[in-house]
């Protein structure tokens, strides 16, 4: 956060400032204006995404399917997550049940290719649910690449080049390794 802050004054109906008030108390925030700026930046996110920006943005896309034994539902969402390589950071694969998994994707990349992502998964038969899940994009002034290339690891074999994700498990299954608060702890007062 830069070192200068602007001062500004809100007006509000008093069940909203005590609303505010006790969520500051709930949430352990030092001030009424870090749970605002906390607010704000979730409201800026949620309005660059869904204006379609083209700024990088991180989250996660849960999906809960069905664990049918004799279906290809999980070389589907694998090839689908290759295919997307360039967005999913990571994955995990969790069994709900005997008959039902829950896989969260790491994302990064644009409001356009994480809902591609997103729309193309729900078109699988035995997808039961796909939740997207966005924090935001890149810092102001952090838009820039890094220069270094992230590797993976697959299993016992890797990627020469590195394709920005990682496979592990040793029961059949990938067991990949990520929207929150971003607290700012600048003090200010009420």
Partial sequence: MADELDRVSLTLPPEMTDRLDEIVRDWEYSSRSEAVRDALRDFFTTYDWEAGDRGRHH????????????????????????????????VQHIHLSHDRC??????????????????????????????????????????????????????????????????????GHDDHSQPGHDHDSAADDR
């Fill in 59 to 90: 989250g996660t896309i849960v999906v809960v399917h069905e664990h049918e034994h004799d279906s290809d539902l999980p070389g589907q969402l694998q090839a689908i997550q290759h295919d997307h390589a360039d967005v999913v950071t990571s």
């Fill in 102 to 171: 829950m896989e969260t994707l790491v994302v990064d990349g644009t409001a356009g290719e994480i809902d591609a992502l997103a729309n193309q998964i729900r078109a699988l038969g035995g997808v039961r649910q796909v939740k997207v899940v966005v924090v935001g994009g890149a810092d102001p002034g952090h838009g820039h690449e890094h220069g270094h290339e992230h590797g993976s690891v697959h299993g016992d074999h890797s990627h020469p080049g590195g394709d920005g994700h990682s496979h592990s498990g040793d029961d």
